[in-house]
Nanobody
């Protein structure tokens, strides 16, 4: 069954906010680096953000710096992506993934979620 489940997506106007959640079942997220990825229609999958196993290190693609924040709550076995000041170009299906290190997550993730749709439109 599913090990990672994303939630929190939806339709929002430009400038609005959403908080995405990545909840784990059957695995313990504090054993893994966790990344958020997105894929828009006709586009390649893009890495958005990543957080290290300890939570001490975070990474963001330039286009979301200052607007998105990744965090983890190990007690709840959940990782979040707070998305503020959303733009139409943020529209995509967002996925979370678990792996050994952020630098290798794109190509060597151990687990992927099913994705959640984010649509930014007026």
């Amino acid at each position: 069954q599913l090990q990672l489940v994303e939630s929190g997506g939806g339709l929002v106007q430009p400038g609005g906010s959403l908080r995405l959640s990545c909840a784990a079942s059957g695995i313990t997220l504090d054993n893994y680096a966790i990344g958020w990825f997105r894929q828009a229609p006709g586009k390649e999958r893009e890495g958005v953000s990543c957080i290290s196993r300890s939570g001490a290190s975070t990474q963001y693609v330039d286009s979301v710096k200052g607007r998105f924040t990744i965090s983890r709550d190990n007690a709840k076995n959940t990782v979040y992506l707070q998305m503020n000041s959303l733009k139409p170009e943020d529209t995509a299906v967002y996925y979370c993934a678990a792996g050994l290190m952020c630098v290798v997550l794109m190509n060597r993730a151990y687990y992927w979620g099913q994705g959640t749709q984010v649509t930014v439109s007026s």
